[in-house]
């Protein structure tokens, strides 16, 4: 089992930046792979970007690509969504997801999520 918990959320302008932490319990996360999603009001939830366990193999959505970072810290137990440049339309709630595939893009290869946390940006 993991369980997963997203902090770092907020309101910010246009072409600011955030940084969101997806902190996780369990023996195993190491062995994960984790990524972040997202999901706007009456939109359906869409890929962001995930990492493997190791943090070495690392895929983005092309809405985010250049502009959005993927890392993570296996001895915190910890990934992290380094978000720049951000524009109005990132605007969703972020949810970190974790799954035992090397790399997936898709909602049902994620056994497991944490609760989400908003991000608004405001243009």
């Known amino acids: 089992q993991v369980q997963l918990a997203e902090s770092g959320g907020g309101l910010v302008q246009a072409g600011a930046s955030l940084r969101l932490s997806c902190a996780a319990s369990?023996?195993?996360?190491?062995?994960?792979?984790v990524g972040w999603f997202r999901q706007a009001p009456g939109k359906e939830r869409e890929f962001v970007a995930v990492c493997d366990w190791g943090g070495g193999s690392r895929y983005y959505a092309e809405s985010v690509k250049g502009r959005f970072t993927i890392s993570r810290d296996n001895a915190k137990n910890t990934v992290y969504l380094q978000m720049n440049s951000l524009k109005f339309e990132d605007t969703a709630v972020y949810y970190c997801a974790a799954t035992p595939a090397t790399i997936a893009t898709r909602t049902y290869e994620y056994p497991y999520w944490g609760q989400g946390t908003q991000v608004t940006v405001s243009s």
């Open positions: 369990g023996r195993t996360f190491s062995s994960y792979g």
